[in-house]
T-cell receptor, first 112, second 115 residues
Framework: SQTIHQWPATLVQPVGSPLSLECTVE??????LYWYRQAAGRGLQLLFY??????ISSEVPQNLSASRPQDRQFILSSKKLLLSDSGFYLC???????????FGPGTRLLVL | KQEVTQIPAALSVPEGENLVLNCSFT??????LQWFRQDPGKGLTSLLL?????REQTSGRLNASLDKSSGRSTLYIAASQPGDSATYLC??????????????FGIGTKLQVIP
C-alpha cells in the first residue's frame, strides 16, 4: 500500500513570508494527489488535486498554489502567507481503481 | 451539494462502554460512505468503507451501518478502550469524470475514553 511523507511536520511563519510544503508518495505509480486544509472546527477542505505530472486543478480561489514536478511529488506553495492560511495541511493519494484515499501525517502551519 | 453533520461534536465515556457515533447526510445518492479515524495532530486512517449497495461493515470491535433512506450512518464501537480516543470522521467519496475522487467530510466527533 501507499506511504505518504510530508514535511515539515510543523512550521511557524510570519505573515508575508513564502511557503513550500512537500509531499512525496511511495508504493504506487501515477497516483491522483490531493492537498487538503483542516481548520479548527471545520471539516477538511480540498484545495488542489492532480491527476498527472504538471496537471493541477484548484477547488477554491485562494492565496496558495500547487505544483507536481514529478509523478510522486506534490508541492503546496505561497508567495506571501496570510494569517488565514494557518491550519493543518494534509496530502492524500489514490488511484481511480481504489475506493479510498490514503493520507499523509500532515503539516501544522501557524502564520503569525 | 452533500452536507454532512456529525453529532455529538465531542463525547467522553468510561472504558468498557459501548458507544454509537452518528453521521447524517442530505443527499442519499451516494457512492460510498467511509469512516476515518484521526489522532491528534495526525493524518486520517480509514476504518471502514460501506458501498452504497451495502447496509453495514464490520471490523473487529467496529461496526458501521448505512441507511440511505433516512440519510444516516452510525459507527458502533464495542467495549471501548482508551486507545480508541481520537476524532472520528464520516466521509462521502465520489468518483468524478476526470478520474479523481472528491470527498465530502464531516467535522468529526472527538471521542475520549476514560480509563
Amino acid at each position: 500500500s501507499q506511504t505518504i511523507h510530508q514535511w515539515p511536520a510543523t512550521l511557524v511563519q510570519p505573515v508575508g513570508s513564502p511557503l513550500s510544503l512537500e509531499c512525496t508518495v511511495e508504493g504506487t505509480s501515477n497516483p491522483n494527489l490531493y492537498w487538503y486544509r483542516q481548520a479548527a472546527g471545520r471539516g477538511l477542505q480540498l484545495l488542489f488535486y492532480s491527476v498527472g505530472i504538471g496537471q493541477i486543478s484548484s477547488e477554491v480561489p485562494q492565496n496558495l498554489s500547487a505544483s507536481r514536478p514529478q509523478d510522486r511529488q506534490f508541492i503546496l506553495s505561497s508567495k506571501k502567507l496570510l494569517l488565514s492560511d494557518s491550519g493543518f495541511y494534509l496530502c492524500a493519494c489514490g488511484t481511480p481503481s481504489q475506493e479510498t484515499q490514503y493520507f499523509g501525517p500532515g503539516t501544522r502551519l501557524l502564520v503569525l | 451539494k452533500q452536507e454532512v453533520t456529525q453529532i455529538p461534536a465531542a463525547l467522553s465515556v468510561p472504558e468498557g462502554e459501548n458507544l454509537v457515533l452518528n453521521c447524517s447526510f442530505t443527499d442519499s445518492a451516494i457512492y460510498n460512505l467511509q469512516w476515518f479515524r484521526q489522532d491528534p495532530g495526525k493524518g486520517l486512517t480509514s476504518l471502514l468503507l460501506i458501498q452504497s449497495s451495502q447496509r453495514e461493515q464490520t471490523s473487529g470491535r467496529l461496526n458501521a451501518s448505512l441507511d440511505k433512506s433516512s440519510g444516516r450512518s452510525t459507527l458502533y464501537i464495542a467495549a471501548s478502550q482508551p486507545g480508541d480516543s481520537a476524532t472520528y470522521l464520516c466521509a462521502f467519496p465520489l468518483q468524478q469524470s476526470g478520474g479523481y475522487q472528491k470527498v465530502t467530510f464531516g467535522i468529526g466527533t472527538k471521542l475520549q475514553v476514560i480509563p
